[in-house]
């Protein structure tokens, strides 16, 4: 089975701490997402990358960088969180082609 | 940026009933279209997705595509209190290896 895991399930940081989210892929796959999801907003990319050190920015990447030492994982860096940074984080892999996303479990990030 | 538009419901149909979810989007080279199932607290996971102009059909849904008109939708057929959730239309745009996705729309089956 596809399987996509997360770190951690629930996080509460104070504001200007460096947070890490982790996300580790068991298939192989080439590409790995970062999205948060707002309410009304749906989700949106922050990050994605296509290879090892390989990453490209998404539609809202300001005030997030990530890390793809390997290829099985994947990692959000928060450098100095915000309370505006308070979200569900919600990581995602896929093959190289087309086809779906495959989820992990979420990480409900609050920023205080 | 490319963008898909989904009504936020709640859309409430009774048990047994069919459920239509719509979504139109802004990209006419827009490749392949995905509906997501979303719980409560849960992650998106998939329904199934659509290439080619038509219908598409598994078990209970059916998805519709229509990329003359840019609008692809998802009906539900005997619609089950199972199926009360939100359900997130997603778009692979040209030359792009991540999904839009819409806002969603929350389904509510009443019994």
């Known amino acids: 089975d596809v399987k996509v895991t997360q770190s951690s399930r629930y996080l509460v940081k104070r504001t200007g701490e460096k947070v890490f989210l982790e996300c580790v892929q068991d298939m192989d796959h080439e590409n790995m997402f970062w999205y948060r999801q707002d309410p009304g907003l749906g989700l949106r990319l922050i990050y994605f990358s296509y290879d090892v050190k390989m990453k490209e920015k998404g539609d809202i990447p300001e005030g997030y960088s990530v890390s793809r030492e390997k290829k099985e994982r994947f990692s959000l860096i928060l450098e100095s969180a915000s309370t505006n940074q308070t979200s569900m984080y919600l990581c995602?892999?896929?093959?190289?082609?087309?086809?779906?996303?495959?989820f992990g479990e979420g990480s409900r990030l609050t920023v205080l | 940026q490319k963008e898909v538009e989904q009504n936020s419901g709640p859309l409430s149909v009774p048990e047994g009933a069919i459920a239509s979810l719509n979504c139109t989007y802004s990209?006419?080279?827009?490749?392949?279209f995905f509906w997501y199932r979303q719980y409560s607290g849960k992650s998106p996971e998939l329904i199934m997705f659509i290439y080619s102009n038509g219908d598409k059909e598994d078990g209970r849904f059916t998805a519709q595509l229509n990329k003359a008109s840019q609008y692809v939708s998802l009906l539900i057929r005997d619609s089950q209190p199972s199926d009360s959730a939100t359900y997130l239309c997603?778009?692979?745009?040209?030359?792009?290896?991540?999904?839009?996705f819409g806002s969603g729309t929350r389904l509510q089956v009443q019994p």
């Open positions: 997603a778009v692979r745009d040209t030359g792009r290896r991540a999904l839009t």
């Open positions: 995602a892999s896929h093959p190289s082609g087309i086809g779906e996303l495959f």
């Open positions: 990209d006419r080279g827009s490749q392949s």
